[in-house]
């Protein structure tokens, strides 16, 4: 049997074994108030209905969308959306093994598959279906691809890079915004020391701009910016300064101008 076979059917066994044993976890507790945050705007979005503008979304849009996606096949059952999670979980660990082959022996990748599947939130809290674990997969995706690069110098590796980093903005907005800088950055390392060409880091971008153009012209068509602002940035650094104890509502007009008149007081 081939290296390359042999590493296809231990992917697959990751895949089966994190599906399998998490799924246990998805199908036990709920939280009510988190779990309906995300299965609210699925069903919403499922029935037709436009996010941010119709429904009310803190989160990416891709995550909702992509949960929206399995609620209108399956059901708008919570069970749905959370086994969707979990299915991304599987992807997580695939990605994780696949990345770390490259720098760890085999006992070693079961170590950190294993710190991996032994460390999960929802041992202690109840299993959410996060967006974070959407933007997790496609961050993990993105630097599978950059290290693709590295190994066999293509040029569509950075434009994949780049579009799976917007997929991870879009899932979760601040993973998203690291995802990008990580992703320059190393390219600018590659440039500077492996004397790669800086061109690559315009595809980088070019492959990310090229999404995120898509996703505002889906705004701009649905009429729902000043909705998208309010409830993705608005809401959630009022809540974050509410937390801190300042007032949003009072810097933002003075900061960013764009949310002036789109934040509500908080008091």
Same mark, same amino acid.
């Given at each position: 049997m081939t290296e390359v076979r042999k590493?296809?059917?231990f992917s697959l066994a990751v895949f089966v074994v994190t599906a399998a044993w998490f799924s246990l976890f998805a199908v036990a507790r709920l939280d009510l108030h988190h779990d309906g945050v995300m299965l609210k705007p699925a069903v919403d979005v !499922? !029935?037709?209905?436009?996010?941010?503008r119709d429904t009310f979304c803190q989160y990416g849009a891709l995550a909702v =969308? @992509?949960?929206a996606l399995a609620v209108k096949l399956f059901g708008g059952e919570l069970v749905v959306i959370r086994l969707l999670t979990v299915l991304f979980?599987?992807?997580i660990g695939v990605l994780i093994d696949r990345i770390f082959r490259r720098f760890l022996s085999f006992p070693f990748r079961l170590v950190n598959l294993a710190l991996f599947w032994g460390m999960a939130p929802f041992y202690v809290l109840p299993f959410h279906p996060w967006s974070s674990v959407y933007a997790l997969f496609f961050?993990? @995706?993105?630097t599978e691809f950059l290290l693709c690069f590295l190994d066999r110098e293509r040029r569509i590796f950075p434009v994949l890079a780049g579009v799976s980093a917007a997929c991870a903005f879009l899932a979760r907005h601040p993973c998203g915004v690291v995802c990008f800088g990580a992703g320059a950055l190393t390219l600018v390392a590659a440039s500077? =020391?492996?004397k790669r060409k800086w061109c690559h880091l315009g595809l980088f971008a070019a492959g990310g701009v090229a999404v995120l153009a898509l996703f505002s012209l889906y705004l701009s068509l649905a009429g729902a910016w000043s909705d998208y602002l309010r409830q993705c940035f608005g809401f959630v650094g009022g809540f974050a300064l509410e937390r801190g104890g300042g007032k949003w509502s009072e810097m933002a007009g003075r900061f960013f101008p764009v949310f002036d008149g789109l934040v509500p007081p908080l008091d």
């Open positions: 590493n296809r059917i !499922a !029935a037709g209905k436009v996010i941010f =969308w @992509l949960q979980y599987g992807g961050m993990l @995706l993105s500077c =020391w492996l």
